[in-house]
């Protein structure tokens, strides 16, 4: 003790710097670290609620610490075994930020340490300069406290730090666990809601079934009856059409016979007009006498004469062609 309190006599900026780190990162660092062991020793809670969970009531609550109560006593619902509505989500955001909240204070001393290292360098190395007239002056002995108090703080940071990486670890497992174990409630959808309002809805609800029943025993009757008048215009427009049908087949059954005896009569008088055609023709070899022709047709010419036994034949043709 004596030689420390001569070596801080003797060394009044390095003590300092010490002491610096000594208030502001050893003295927070196990404060913080108590309260994230305390929060750590709740993984056997969460392990033994793995177990029970289903059977966990509201009363038996309020045994375990905190955060762990706070985190059930807004989870559980009155029932056993359900969670309240919506409620889940919430409660895991508390725990994360209950137990990140100290690990990260851990992140912050450990840069802490290094910066506090860092200004008691830059602040000796500046005392230093600052008792030299000229840099032929500068020695050896004048620098040889500064580079221990630098690690000195950068060996805390790197332990602080390699603390907060294992508690995070730590962390994240008992999230992982509290998550796992809220999961297997049972989700009470109406827990949540307020008694009033499920009143105000049963309410609504009767009423509104009420007004349901009365609009179906009133229009009821209406709507039977519509029906059946458009079953009956149906069957009739059924009939209807039906009826059309039978005399539009009468109709083509009595057209047909007189369409095919006027194509008979047609191919008779065809037939007829053919043969008188051959009647008149002279015979092969043989001349037809211009005078009878001319003589048995009064007021026409031997060219009239032509074209109107040229007509006969295409007509012969166009019957024979059409009707034949």
Do not use: C
């Not at 005078?291 to 047709?297: I, K, N, P, T």
């Amino acid at each position: 003790m004596n030689t420390v309190w001569v070596w801080a006599q003797s060394n009044l900026w390095q003590a300092g710097f010490v002491s610096l780190l000594f208030l502001f990162v050893f003295i927070p660092f196990f404060l913080v670290r108590r309260r994230i062991l305390v929060i750590m020793r709740q993984f056997e809670h969460w392990r033994e609620l793995e177990r029970n969970i289903n059977e966990l009531s509201k009363e038996e609550v309020r045994f375990y610490p905190h955060p762990t109560r706070y985190v059930l006593n807004s989870v559980l619902s009155s029932a056993k075994g359900t969670a309240r509505a919506g409620a889940v989500p919430p409660a895991l955001d508390y725990l994360a930020a209950e137990v990140e909240s100290p690990i990260l204070t851990l992140r912050s001393l450990s840069y802490l340490a290094v910066l506090i290292g860092l200004l008691g360098t830059v602040t000796m190395l500046a005392l230093a300069l600052q008792r030299m007239d000229s840099l032929s002056q500068f020695k050896a002995d004048l620098i040889k406290n500064i580079y221990p108090i630098n690690a000195f703080a950068i060996g805390l940071a790197v332990a602080i730090f390699l603390s907060y990486s294992w508690y995070r670890h730590k962390g994240d497992q008992l999230l992982l666990l509290a998550s796992r174990v809220l999961g297997r409630l049972r989700a009470d959808q109406l827990g949540g809601a307020d008694p009033q309002l499920l009143a105000a809805l049963e309410k609504v609800g009767e009423r509104f079934k009420e007004w349901g029943d009365e609009i179906y025993e009133r229009y009821q009757g209406r709507i039977n009856d519509l029906l059946q008048e458009m079953r009956e215009l149906g069957e009739a427009i059924r009939a209807v059409v039906g009826e059309a049908l039978l005399h539009r087949q009468e109709e083509d059954q009595a057209l047909v016979p007189l369409l095919r005896a006027q194509e008979a009569k047609i191919e008779l008088l065809s037939q007829r007009l053919e043969q008188g055609y051959f009647e008149l023709r002279p015979a092969p070899g043989e001349k037809m006498d211009e005078d009878l022709l001319e003589g048995g047709l009064p007021g026409k010419t031997r060219k009239e004469s032509q074209a109107r036994d040229g007509r006969s034949a295409k007509k012969s043709g166009f019957f024979r062609r059409y009707f034949g």
